[in-house]
């Protein structure tokens, strides 16, 4: 552990998003303390308008300050993107584990049913999902959830099959443990860095995702404040107030790229194969 910690202090990009990314979440966390206003209310008078000492990024079409609808929309981004990332974890972790151990009529009939699902683009099947459940902040969590399944079952099933049949899994054999330990205590937390990696990486995919569905109108509904629902309603006004559209997208920018950077400082950090040297 002191080692890793060495490393990851060592290793600049790491250290820069994490930085990033404590304060993205902090200032969601603080959205009700940070953001001056209400994310919905509505200034009549100062429609429009541009950076201002009373609006500090200026504000949209109905008056509404900019500055706390991305406060407000950080806050449902990163709900949205580790919520759905942990429910795509916590069942492609199960399916993987379930497949790469026991194999055969298992594993045929749990990879049969990813590859299906591998079979759509991801914001299409996520589209699909929303469509029949309908519209809102918890089909969206679902949605983006149940698109992200098969990845981790890939990655877990793959880490299982190279792990199953070690020395260590053997010995827990012989002494008579349970399956249920053998996977969980000896395969699972062996398994787990790849599955660190992609979950961090994952996350960015979710926020864009639901910035998409909300760019659609099937993600957040208004007047709940969404990066991508206000650069949808952002368009028409591009003209007249480009701050409308450029400030979400360079809040979104920002999230996804740190959380990218970050997924691949960790798979350096996690993966000796991809160790600077």
């Known amino acids: 552990m002191n080692t890793f910690r060495q490393r990851f202090v060592q290793n600049k990009t790491a250290v820069v998003c994490l930085i990033v990314l404590a304060v993205i979440c902090l200032a969601a966390i603080l959205a009700p303390v940070i953001a001056p206003?209400?994310?919905?209310?509505?200034?009549?008078?100062?429609?429009?308008?541009?950076?201002?000492?009373?609006?500090?990024?200026?504000?949209?079409?109905?008056?509404?300050?900019?500055?706390?609808?991305?406060?407000?929309?950080?806050?449902?981004?990163?709900?949205?993107?580790?919520?759905?990332?942990?429910?795509?974890?916590?069942?492609?972790?199960?399916?993987?584990?379930?497949?790469?151990?026991?194999?055969?009529?298992?594993?045929s009939l749990i990879m049969r049913v990813m590859d299906v699902l591998f079979a759509f683009p991801e914001i299409l099947l996520a589209l699909a999902i929303v469509a029949a459940l309908g519209p809102g902040m918890v089909n969206t969590i679902l949605a983006i959830g149940i698109v992200n399944i098969p990845i981790f079952t890939r990655i877990v099933r793959g880490a299982v099959l190279s792990i199953k049949n070690l020395e260590y899994v053997e010995s827990a054999r012989v002494i008579g443990a349970s399956t249920k330990r053998i996977l969980f205590l000896e395969?699972?937390?062996?398994?787990?860095?790849?599955?660190?990696?992609?979950?961090?990486?994952?996350?960015?995919?979710?926020?864009?995702?639901?910035?998409?569905?909300?760019?659609?109108?099937?993600?957040?509904?208004?007047?709940?404040?969404?990066?991508?629902?206000?650069?949808s309603e952002a368009r028409r006004y591009m003209e007249l107030a480009p701050g409308m559209i450029v400030w979400p997208c360079a809040a979104m920018t920002v999230t996804i790229l740190a959380f990218n950077l970050f997924g691949d400082a960790l798979r350096d950090l996690l993966d000796p194969r991809h160790r600077s040297k």
Request: net charge negative.
């Open 37 to 107: 206003y209400d994310p919905t209310q509505m200034f009549q008078e100062h429609r429009l308008e541009g950076s201002s000492g009373q609006f500090l990024l200026g504000t949209d079409q109905f008056g509404r300050d900019l500055f706390s609808r991305i406060i407000y929309g950080a806050q449902v981004s990163l709900l949205v993107g580790v919520s759905s990332v942990a429910i795509s974890v916590a069942f492609g972790s199960l399916f993987g584990l379930l497949a790469g151990y026991f194999g055969r009529w298992i594993d």
């Open 187 to 231: 395969i699972f937390p062996n398994a787990s860095a790849p599955l660190l990696v992609q979950a961090s990486l994952a996350i960015s995919g979710a926020i864009l995702t639901e910035s998409g569905l909300s760019f659609l109108g099937l993600g957040i509904q208004p007047p709940d404040p969404s990066w991508g629902g206000m650069i």
